[in-house]
T-cell receptor
């Protein structure tokens, strides 16, 4: 069985500051891991995914995440927050080869000018 | 642009009614999944279809059913609507082993 825990339902950062959104996963098999972003009243957009290649994954909009098996973590980071980054962020896990995702409860990112 | 189109975008139904939500995927995307996202929550997996057969189901009752068609379109049907069915319903499609693409969703309000 797979599950994801996102620590912190709300995160606020100043514009230009580091963004760190935390995600820990549980999986009985080697996982695929994903980060999605959701802007208000919109669907989900894929930011990045880990599928067993490099453990440091670079995504769109300057985001990256590092897969740490020893810590069962897949935290999302961005060196410098922009106002347009304000959104809801979801971490998700799936079985390799499966196409259904198990999502966390999300982290709402607020960027303060 | 994900190539996944959902309709309608918003609808309001009365408790006890039935609803059909539709999804159109990219050519070749023979796997489609449906998710329910309640307000303030993450999406929850409802079921998945592969080549027009149900291929996995989450913890949802049988009144949630689906269909997948040869033209890469699909439907989610919900019977006997309950107030708790109010949510954003997301369709996601993919080819095996490839990225999962989500549509913009259909907002369902049950009153």
């Amino acid at each position: 069985a797979q599950s994801v825990t996102q620590l912190g339902s709300h995160v606020s950062v100043s514009e230009g500051a580091l963004v760190l959104l935390r995600c820990n996963y549980s999986s009985s098999v080697p996982p695929y891991l994903f980060w999605y972003v959701q802007y208000p009243n919109q669907g989900l957009q894929l930011l990045l995914k880990y599928t067993s290649a490099a453990t440091l994954v670079k995504g769109i909009n300057g985001f990256e995440a590092e897969f740490k098996k020893s810590e069962t973590s897949f935290h999302l980071t961005k060196p410098s927050a922009h106002m347009s980054d304000a959104a809801e962020y979801f971490c998700a896990v799936s079985d390799r080869g499966a196409n259904n995702l198990f999502f966390g409860t999300g982290t709402r990112l607020t960027v303060i000018p | 642009e994900t190539g996944v189109t959902q309709s309608p975008t918003h609808l309001i139904k009365t408790r006890g009614q039935q609803v059909t939500l539709r999804c159109s995927s990219q050519s070749g995307h023979n796997t489609v999944s449906w998710y329910q996202q309640a307000l303030g929550q993450g999406p929850q997996f409802i079921f998945q279809y592969y080549r027009e057969e149900e291929n996995g189901r989450g913890n949802f009752p049988p009144r949630f059913s689906g269909l997948q068609f040869p033209n890469y379109s699909s439907e989610l049907n919900v019977n006997a609507l309950e107030l708790d069915d109010s949510a954003l319903y997301l369709c996601a499609s993919t080819r095996p082993g490839n990225t999962i693409y989500f549509g913009e969703g259909s907002w369902l309000t049950v009153v």
